[in-house]
């Protein structure tokens, strides 16, 4: 079972992925976790825990839950090898009561190019080695810390996510965003932001129409995907709102994030 903390109580190139089925119905899945953020459409992540100890299993899951993940766990390799297409990514244990967890893990990584970080008692040099090298994008010694997990899933998502194109340049009516010289100005008049501000308007100006949420712009703006979403953001968006004249510009979602608007 892994340590808990006190806080705890967006493919490869390569073969391209098969159409994927929700992990959990509808009905199953947490309030908010679609809008939570996650994957490039703006899904929230779906993550298959294989883990045969039912108590560390359902204390993962709901842990991944609670950070907006959308999570169900399978106890056995078989299992996981049937269900394993509908996952974004997969924590592995590797002692597992039917099939050896490395043995999954080939199995996986041979129809698949979903992530996999193998989480195992297996500490020696040598068992990292033999996990790395049957297809395991991280590997992750128990007993462990919430908080360096969600650190290493974000890491192996960035990793793996294809990067999207922006525009260095982000137009939206009057206001023009630049990446390259970080300025902000609206009607051809410079607006002074600090850095954050700027990479908090940069990230919604660059995803038109989009609900942005809190935990996306914690992970994006603040590399920050565990702390809980709360003053920083609205401290921040209300300054915007501010310099750019009007909170027209930045429209709350309630219970979601935020998106660009326009006055």
Known sequence: MYRQTTDLL???TGRPR???????PEQHRPPGAEAAGGTSTGQALHVLVVENEPR???SLVQGLRRHGYVAESVATGAKAMRVHQGADLILLDLDLPDLDGL????????VSDTPVIAVTARGTELDCVLGLQAGADDYLVKPYGFRELLARMDAVMRRVRPQRSVARVISRGPLLVDAGTREVR????AVEVTRKEFDLLHLLASEPGAVVSRRQLMAQV?????????RTIDTHVSSLRGKLGSSSWIITV?????RLGHP
């Open 254 to 258: 309630r219970g979601v994030g935020f």
């Open 186 to 189: 609206l009607s051809g008049r």
């Open 18 to 24: 098969p159409e994927r089925s929700p992990l959990l």
């Open 10 to 12: 967006e493919p490869r």
């Open 103 to 110: 043995e999954v893990c080939r199995g996986i990584r041979a």
């Open 56 to 58: 560390a299993a359902d």
């Open 222 to 230: 603040w590399d920050d995907s565990w702390s809980n979403p709360g």
